[in-house]
């Protein structure tokens, strides 16, 4: 009798070649997926980024229908509180509008007759943040920010925000009165001032948050991926000029949108005077800016027009186009953008 044995092969693994081959298929496939579900990612994130400005523009139109006007870049003669505190009133237009926005607490919580700030004797003298107010206006509130941005805090002492009021072309050197936006100091504008029609007028624009590094020099900025958030500063210029704007030896602070709740310029307004996402440092002194609309977002920024309608703007906007958006009363067709 005879015996038969049945020969089988079998394989307990992938031989070297064949493990590299799988490897190398499975990361062709990470690197054609990659890139969607970034743009995917990002997608999600300027839709969230539109919605919070929907939400700004909601308020922006309750505050109207309620008074009868928007609010101001900030209140001074028209704020209500004795005349020594109105130049530390200086509530900014997203404060101005927290009864309007259903988000949380903090709304019934802020007191807007108090002054957000007040002077103190010292020693040394000084301005301090309004002892009432200071946990309100340090809360980080997520309708002001755009998920997009990188930072979302420059001090634990206040709230930061992306969107900012629109203060004209700064064509006139940048000054904070009488300005050809919708916003400046004691505006108070209401929709039948807006002359070039409530569509074609932006209200608010996202730009990014400061990084809030140590000071630095313009040229020194200039170096690093940080000179978008660098705002050149000088306390006592009138007007913004190009001799000192645009020096590389001036003094820059990283600071831009601290504070939602004031309106400062360097805190909540910005300017139609270059292209959204501009190359080139905003700047300011305690009299006058210019400050570019900028983001995160690939090719562009969100704007909130005064209409309450929400559109994202490509960076490659004519200069002039993108001036005529941000004035509301130059009596000039406003084309297609």
Same mark, same amino acid.
Request: some cysteine.
């Given at each position: 009798?005879?015996?038969?044995?049945?020969?089988?092969?079998?394989?307990?693994?992938?031989?070297?070649?064949?493990?590299?081959?799988?490897?190398?298929?499975?990361?062709?496939?990470?690197?054609?997926?990659?890139?969607?579900?970034?743009?995917?990612?990002?997608?999600?994130?300027?839709?969230?980024?539109?919605?919070?400005?929907?939400?700004?523009?909601?308020?922006?139109?309750?505050?109207?229908?309620?008074?009868?006007?928007?609010?101001?870049?900030?209140?001074?003669?028209?704020?209500?509180?004795?005349?020594?505190?109105?130049?530390?009133?200086?509530?900014?237009?997203?404060?101005?509008?927290?009864?309007?926005?259903?988000?949380?607490?903090?709304?019934?919580?802020?007191?807007?007759?108090?002054?957000?700030?007040?002077?103190?004797?010292?020693?040394?003298?000084?301005?301090?943040?309004?002892?009432?107010?200071?946990?309100?206006?340090?809360?980080?509130?997520?309708?002001?920010?755009?998920?997009?941005?990188?930072?979302?805090?420059?001090?634990?002492?206040?709230?930061?925000?992306?969107?900012?009021?629109?203060?004209?072309?700064?064509?006139?050197?940048?000054?904070?009165?009488?300005?050809?936006?919708?916003?400046?100091?004691?505006?108070?504008?209401?929709?039948?001032?807006?002359?070039?029609? =409530?569509?074609?007028?932006? @209200?608010?624009?996202?730009? !990014?948050? &400061? /990084?809030?590094?140590?000071?630095?020099?313009?040229? +020194?900025?200039?170096?690093?991926?940080?000179?978008?958030?660098?705002?050149?500063?000088?306390?006592?210029?009138?007007?913004?000029?190009?001799?000192?704007?645009?020096?590389?030896?001036?003094?820059?602070?990283?600071?831009?949108?601290?504070?939602?709740?004031?309106?400062?310029?360097?805190?909540?307004?910005?300017?139609?005077?270059?292209?959204?996402?501009?190359?080139?440092?905003?700047?300011?002194?305690?009299?006058?800016?210019?400050?570019?609309?900028?983001?995160?977002?690939?090719?562009?920024?969100?704007?909130?027009?005064?209409?309450?309608?929400?559109?994202?703007? =490509?960076?490659?906007?004519? @200069?002039?186009?993108?001036? !005529?958006? &941000? /004035?509301?009363?130059?009596?000039?067709?406003?084309? +297609?953008?």
């Amino acid at each position: 009798m005879s015996l038969h044995r049945t020969n089988t092969s079998s394989r307990s693994a992938f031989t070297l070649v064949e493990l590299l081959v799988v490897i190398a298929i499975i990361g062709v496939l990470v690197g054609l997926l990659l890139p969607a579900v970034q743009s995917a990612r990002e997608a999600a994130r300027r839709m969230s980024c539109s919605n919070n400005m929907k939400q700004i523009g909601l308020a922006l139109h309750m505050h109207h229908d309620t008074v009868n006007y928007f609010p101001s870049q900030r209140d001074q003669s028209e704020a209500p509180v004795p005349a020594n505190q109105q130049s530390f009133y200086r509530w900014g237009p997203l404060g101005l509008l927290t009864p309007y926005l259903e988000q949380s607490a903090i709304y019934q919580a802020i007191d807007l007759k108090k002054p957000l700030y007040l002077f103190s004797m010292g020693p040394p003298p000084g301005v301090t943040t309004h002892p009432d107010l200071g946990e309100e206006v340090a809360t980080k509130v997520p309708t002001f920010l755009c998920p997009s941005d990188v930072n979302d805090r420059v001090s634990e002492d206040w709230g930061a925000t992306n969107y900012h009021a629109n203060n004209g072309t700064a064509q006139d050197g940048g000054i904070y009165v009488d300005c050809d936006g919708l916003f400046y100091i004691d505006s108070r504008k209401r929709f039948r001032d807006i002359l070039d029609g =409530t569509s074609h007028t932006a @209200a608010f624009c996202e730009t !990014l948050i &400061g /990084s809030g590094l140590p000071d630095s020099t313009r040229g +020194e900025a200039n170096q690093t991926a940080e000179s978008v958030n660098a705002s050149v500063w000088n306390a006592a210029a009138p007007t913004i000029e190009d001799s000192w704007c645009l020096n590389d030896a001036s003094p820059v602070i990283f600071k831009r949108g601290e504070k939602w709740a004031d309106g400062s310029v360097n805190d909540s307004g910005y300017h139609h005077f270059r292209a959204p996402n501009s190359i080139v440092n905003d700047c300011y002194s305690r009299y006058a800016a210019i400050k570019s609309g900028r983001s995160r977002h690939t090719g562009g920024v969100t704007v909130l027009l005064a209409d309450g309608s929400v559109h994202f703007v =490509t960076e490659s906007i004519d @200069a002039n186009v993108w001036r !005529l958006v &941000g /004035s509301i009363a130059d009596r000039e067709v406003v084309p +297609e953008f």
